[in-house]
């Protein structure tokens, strides 16, 4: 389906003059905070974030999927949606492939129909938790851990080819999770497992091509139940600093336990220059997988806070990595892309000078009085303005209703095509 811009530019001018009324307020409540408007909102449009080829069907439960009809039902028409969002948005200029669900039949066709949608191939992720049809060695008991070193040059082999297809498509980093653990005690022994893993991971980290990086992603349990063996970030960057420095870690929002201050993982890993990027979602008990911003915002805030202090010259990763049980999924992406923004949007308001100055004098008051002054800024109208420069949609969510999009998605593709992923 192909959005034509005039219906973009009619929509805008609709919601124009009481967006200009909203902008003017903020600009001047800003312009006497001494804040530079114009730097913040070209910082906001340049702010990017990467659609993952699998987040655009309805995700599922291991109890069930309740499919929404009009999935894309190859890479196509994968890349078609995220044309879509991008095009509504202006804020998604990127797709992250999930091999092998995702392998393109004809890697230059693929280019350039991502050339022509305005959007590039970000890191590509290998797949060891599952076995395939045919494959000739399980990952029941681990992949790049397992105790057979067939199974583990099974899993490095997997990996070496995600990576000469990912540089195929300009891609440049690899995102490895690994489902490898244990769900009994005793099952597994943690030294050995941890040790075959980083000899399995040194001889992907070799096949690297220069200008490529390998991004390792930690989670706590899920689907292994007792332990997992690159558990959290302190494994992670172990790993990560044992491999060199091609090798970083990535932080997924939902891959942690209850109530960890995820912020001061953030602010530790930009300390030794070893963050890699963001999977963005958010969740309630633990890998929800959740619309971003939907449970805990303010905790985004303050991650973003730390992003933003360490983002200089950094060029890190920015994806959402999300599952759609019961709403639209694009609905839930224009969702979770604007939610991010508004984080980022809001962490640049804050006086870094003051902030330090609270610090230093010992005044947690005046520190937290700097912190929710931008956290209770409304900063809606300067996400809306960065999309009108961009031809985007001043308010995205009316517009896909407005163009009944999901209905039309139905009658080109039907109801039964289901989308790669979980
Ligand atoms: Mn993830």
């Given at each position: 389906?192909?959005?034509?811009?005039?219906?973009?530019?009619?929509?805008?001018?609709?919601?124009?003059?009481?967006?200009?009324?909203?902008?003017?307020?903020?600009?001047?409540?800003?312009?006497?905070?001494?804040?530079?408007?114009?730097?913040?909102?070209?910082?906001?449009?340049?702010?990017?974030i990467?659609i993952p080829?699998w987040a655009l069907g309805s995700g599922g439960t291991?109890?069930?999927?309740?499919?929404i009809?009009?999935?894309?039902?190859?890479?196509?028409?994968?890349?078609?949606?995220?044309?879509?969002l991008?095009?509504?948005t202006?804020a998604c200029?990127?797709?992250?492939?999930?091999?092998?669900?995702?392998?393109?039949?004809?890697?230059?066709?693929?280019?350039?129909?991502?050339?022509?949608?305005?959007?590039?191939?970000?890191?590509?992720?290998?797949?060891?938790?599952?076995?395939?049809?045919?494959?000739?060695?399980?990952?029941?008991?681990?992949?790049?851990?397992?105790?057979?070193?067939?199974?583990?040059?099974?899993?490095?082999?997997?990996?070496?080819?995600?990576?000469?297809?990912?540089?195929?498509?300009?891609?440049?980093?690899?995102?490895?999770?690994?489902?490898?653990?244990?769900?009994?005690?005793?099952?597994?022994?943690?030294?050995?497992?941890?040790?075959?893993?980083?000899?399995?991971?040194?001889?992907?980290?070799?096949?690297?091509?220069?200008?490529?990086?390998?991004?390792?992603?930690?989670?706590?349990?899920?689907?292994?139940?007792?332990?997992?063996?690159?558990?959290?970030?302190?494994?992670?960057?172990?790993?990560?600093?044992?491999?060199?420095?091609?090798?970083?870690?990535?932080?997924d929002l939902g891959?942690?336990?209850?109530?960890?201050?995820?912020?001061?993982?953030?602010?530790?890993?930009?300390?030794?220059?070893?963050?890699?990027?963001f999977h963005f979602n958010d969740s309630k008990y633990a890998d929800d997988d959740l619309t971003v911003g939907s449970i805990k915002p303010y905790q985004l805030f303050?991650i973003?806070?730390?992003?933003?202090?360490?983002?200089?010259?950094?060029?890190?990763?920015w994806m959402i990595d999300a599952s759609h049980n019961v709403k639209d999924p694009l609905e839930d992406l224009i969702q979770s892309l604007e939610a991010i923004r508004n984080a980022f949007?809001?962490?640049?308001?804050?006086?870094?000078?003051?902030?330090?100055?609270?610090?230093?004098?010992?005044?947690?008051?005046?520190?937290?009085?700097?912190?929710?002054?931008?956290?209770?800024?409304?900063?809606r109208?300067?996400l809306?303005?960065?999309?009108?420069?961009?031809?985007?949609?001043?308010?995205p969510i009316?517009?896909y209703?407005?163009?009944?999009?999901?209905?039309?998605?139905?009658?080109?593709?039907?109801?039964?095509?289901?989308?790669?992923g979980?």
């Amino acid at each position: 389906m192909i959005i034509d811009q005039t219906i973009i530019d009619s929509h805008n001018s609709d919601s124009e003059k009481s967006h200009q009324d909203q902008l003017a307020y903020i600009s001047d409540e800003l312009g006497k905070k001494g804040i530079d408007l114009e730097g913040i909102l070209d910082q906001i449009s340049k702010f990017q974030i990467t659609i993952p080829s699998w987040a655009l069907g309805s995700g599922g439960t291991r109890f069930g999927k309740f499919p929404i009809g009009g999935e894309p039902g190859n890479l196509n028409e994968k890349l078609d949606d995220i044309g879509l969002l991008h095009k509504i948005t202006g804020a998604c200029d990127s797709i992250s492939l999930h091999l092998p669900w995702d392998i393109p039949e004809d890697t230059s066709a693929a280019k350039e129909k991502a050339t022509e949608l305005g959007i590039s191939f970000d890191s590509v992720n290998s797949n060891t938790f599952q076995d395939k049809d045919g494959q000739e060695h399980s990952y029941k008991f681990g992949s790049l851990s397992h105790t057979d070193s067939k199974v583990r040059d099974q899993a490095i082999r997997h990996n070496v080819e995600v990576i000469e297809l990912g540089a195929s498509l300009d891609a440049d980093a690899i995102t490895i999770w690994l489902a490898d653990g244990s769900t009994f005690p005793g099952q597994q022994n943690f030294a050995g497992a941890f040790e075959r893993t980083l000899k399995s991971l040194e001889q992907i980290y070799k096949t690297l091509p220069d200008n490529w990086k390998m991004f390792l992603e930690h989670k706590p349990f899920e689907p292994n139940f007792y332990s997992t063996v690159v558990n959290d970030w302190g494994s992670s960057l172990l790993l990560a600093n044992k491999l060199g420095e091609k090798a970083l870690c990535l932080v997924d929002l939902g891959h942690h336990l209850p109530n960890m201050n995820i912020e001061q993982v953030v602010s530790r890993l930009i300390m030794e220059g070893k963050l890699a990027g963001f999977h963005f979602n958010d969740s309630k008990y633990a890998d929800d997988d959740l619309t971003v911003g939907s449970i805990k915002p303010y905790q985004l805030f303050l991650i973003f806070i730390e992003l933003v202090e360490g983002i200089k010259d950094n060029s890190w990763s920015w994806m959402i990595d999300a599952s759609h049980n019961v709403k639209d999924p694009l609905e839930d992406l224009i969702q979770s892309l604007e939610a991010i923004r508004n984080a980022f949007a809001q962490a640049l308001l804050i006086d870094r000078n003051k902030l330090s100055g609270a610090q230093n004098s010992n005044d947690p008051v005046v520190a937290q009085e700097i912190l929710q002054d931008a956290f209770k800024t409304d900063v809606r109208p300067l996400l809306r303005e960065a999309r009108l420069r961009s031809n985007a949609a001043i308010d995205p969510i009316a517009v896909y209703r407005e163009l009944d999009i999901r209905n039309n998605l139905v009658k080109e593709r039907g109801t039964q095509t289901i989308a790669t992923g979980l």
